[in-house]
């Protein structure tokens, strides 16, 4: 394989599966963080 | 008497009920084959570029219509921006709706050739030859009919087991085996010998092909076709989502979910075709290594002398690999075959279900009981896709108008958008819970971005086209036939527009449903 085609693969399986991963990971985050808040307000604590 | 409105389970169930609508076909038969078409590696940059300035918007505004409004396309766009400009979301509606007739036949080829794999009547296609008869013979018999009758039966029956019975649950079990299968896949196609000519072919940048204005049209066809924005199907979706859920995450796990099946499905398909093409050719160990390079690309562009491979676009897919994967049947092939099918079924499948659940939210809205609206859409999307069962030129002529009709959708999305204000659209619509919020930025991209590519691309291909045959409305694919089959569409609903607004906007079907 040549230099270009190599940089485009990695360029683009960054972008493309690095991204999905981390769009997941910052939804998983949110889910915790929603959770833990909800648990908070079931309790009454502040 | 008050009902609760059906909601997924949880922000998960959603995202997988999204990925499913998303990852399609359009994703393993239809990826591939255009990057291998339009040349290769520089067609990820308009791709990707369409990802940010086209989709990804767009699943923006459809999450924020459907979970703003809890109404279906017609009822949304009513609902926003009045009951006059309701047609705008019916042309969204009936584009949806239109594929999904054609939709179904090929979901219906996917069980035909599954059925096939694991029978083992595909194992006698060994040449390229006999898997243009096998596709020939079958897409020419009645069998067409009936697959497309049993794909659009098992749709309507897992949405009439409802949103979180049916569609949900249906997803859980897709989206996470169809990953598991294309990993499978993947290893399988990349430990092939002379695979990694398939990925010089698929990531070598060729820049001139950037300024072909194809390239451009095909990578937002292939982005809007693909991610399913502007379809309305995932307004649909949003309709049955908690309200406090982060969209703007949602969509971008949607789109990039979408972009990595592509992927995932080029890395798979491409490499195996280069590592088994050359063996499949006549002649074709006797060639160097450069000429089976050269004729493996002209085979999967279907350029000659192999364009007769290639009935309808299925030349990869139905054609090609059976007869490749039957070449190492020494290694699993068939094995290999079925689960190839099984991933390409799995993904038709979902993709489906969210048309059908378009469908029949439309008449939902339109006061009709859900499981009489499911009878109606199933019974319709049958007899509406018998012409593309039974002739491939139509076939081919809705997927052409329909197709690049989503271009249309886009822009009518983004016109509702503007005439209910971007910026009251963004604070009101998205910005709504925790989680990131969208800037102004997004307003540009609304309000001048996307009418703009809509323009740009419709300009450049008119002009380019100009002088050919461009008019004819008979046309297999021109301009001509989507002018003629879009006017035809417009004017139809401008005319029932009327009443069918007033029901969709007044939610006359949805009697004592509270919101949750």
């Known amino acids: 394989m040549n230099l270009d085609a190599i940089l485009m693969m990695v360029v683009t399986m960054v972008v493309i599966w690095g991204g999905f991963i981390a769009t997941l990971v910052i939804a998983a985050r949110q889910e915790r963080?929603?959770?833990?808040?909800?648990?908070?307000?079931?309790?009454?604590?502040? | 008497m008050t009902q609760q409105r059906e909601l997924f389970s949880s922000r998960w169930a959603l995202i997988l009920a999204a990925l499913g609508m998303a990852v399609g076909t359009g994703n393993i038969w239809r990826f591939p084959r255009i990057i291998a078409k339009v040349g290769g590696g520089a067609f990820i940059i308009p791709w990707l570029l369409f990802l940010f300035l086209w989709s990804i918007p767009l699943l923006l505004l459809e999450f924020g219509l459907g979970r703003?409004?809890?109404?279906?396309?017609?009822?949304?766009?009513?609902?926003?921006?009045?009951?006059?400009?309701?047609?705008?979301?019916?042309?969204?509606?009936?584009?949806?709706?239109?594929?999904?007739?054609?939709?179904?036949?090929?979901?219906?080829?996917?069980?035909?050739?599954?059925?096939?794999?694991?029978?083992?009547?595909?194992?006698?296609?060994?040449?390229?030859?006999?898997?243009?008869n096998y596709f020939v013979q079958f897409s020419s018999s009645w069998e067409p009919l009936l697959f497309h009758l049993l794909a659009i039966g098992i749709c309507a029956l897992i949405v009439w087991r409802g949103v979180t019975g049916g569609i949900e649950r249906a997803n859980k079990i897709i989206i996470p085996s169809l990953l598991i299968i294309l990993l499978?896949?993947?290893?399988?196609?990349?430990?092939?010998?002379?695979?990694?000519?398939?990925?010089?072919?698929?990531?070598?940048?060729?820049?001139?092909?950037?300024?072909?204005?194809?390239?451009?049209?095909?990578?937002?066809?292939q982005s809007a076709w693909s991610v399913g924005a502007g379809w309305g199907l995932l307004l649909t979706y949003a309709v049955y989502m908690k309200k406090r859920e982060d969209v703007t995450v949602n969509s971008l796990v949607i789109g990039l979910g979408d972009y990595s099946a592509s992927l995932l499905a080029a890395l798979i398909i491409i490499p195996t075709a280069f590592a088994l093409i050359p063996a499949a050719l006549p002649g074709g160990a006797d060639m160097t290594a450069a000429q089976q390079f050269g004729e493996t690309v002209k085979v999967i562009q279907a350029a000659p002398p192999?364009?007769?491979?290639?009935?309808?676009?299925?030349?990869?897919?139905?054609?090609?690999?059976?007869?490749?994967?039957?070449?190492?049947?020494?290694?699993?092939?068939?094995?290999?075959?079925?689960?190839?099918?099984?991933?390409?079924?799995?993904?038709?499948?979902?993709?489906?279900?969210?048309?059908?659940?378009?469908?029949?939210?439309?008449?939902?809205?339109?006061?009709?009981?859900?499981?009489?609206?499911i009878l109606l859409v199933g019974t319709a999307g049958f007899f509406f896709g018998v012409p593309s069962a039974l002739n491939m030129s139509f076939f081919e002529n809705q997927d052409w108008v329909w197709g690049v009709g989503l271009i249309v959708s886009g822009l009518f999305l983004s016109i509702t958008a503007i005439k209910y204000g971007v910026d009251r659209f963004r604070r009101e619509l998205i910005n709504v819970g925790p989680g990131i919020k969208l800037g102004r930025w997004f307003n540009l991209l609304i309000a001048v971005v996307l009418p703009l590519e809509f323009l740009a691309l419709i300009a450049w291909w008119f002009y380019q086209t100009a002088g050919e045959d461009w008019w004819n409305p008979f046309a297999v694919a021109n301009p001509g036939t989507c002018l003629f089959q879009w006017g035809v569409a417009i004017i139809f609903l401008i005319i029932v527009n009327r009443p069918l607004a007033r029901r969709s906007v007044r939610g006359e079907m949805l009697p004592g449903i509270t919101e949750e």
Request: aromatic share 12%; net charge neutral.
């Open chain 1, 33 to 46: 963080r929603a959770r833990k808040e909800g648990a908070v307000d079931r309790t009454g604590e502040s």
């Open chain 2, 68 to 132: 703003g409004t809890r109404k279906g396309c017609i009822g949304a766009v009513g609902t926003l921006i009045g009951e006059k400009f309701a047609w705008l979301g019916g042309f969204v509606a009936l584009c949806s709706t239109a594929i999904m007739f054609y939709y179904s036949v090929v979901t219906g080829w996917c069980l035909k050739y599954l059925f096939a794999s694991i029978s083992g009547a595909l194992g006698e296609v060994t040449s390229a030859d006999q898997g243009l």
């Open chain 2, 184 to 221: 499978i896949s993947l290893w399988r196609a990349l430990t092939l010998p002379g695979a990694e000519r398939g990925l010089q072919f698929l990531f070598t940048p060729h820049w001139e092909t950037l300024l072909d204005y194809r390239t451009w049209l095909e990578a937002l066809t």
């Open chain 2, 306 to 373: 192999y364009e007769h491979y290639n009935p309808a676009s299925t030349g990869l897919t139905f054609v090609f690999i059976p007869a490749l994967l039957n070449s190492i049947q020494a290694e699993f092939g068939v094995v290999f075959m079925v689960i190839f099918f099984l991933a390409l079924t799995m993904a038709a499948v979902s993709s489906l279900i969210a048309m059908v659940e378009l469908a029949t939210r439309i008449l939902m809205d339109a006061g009709m009981p859900r499981k009489k609206s």
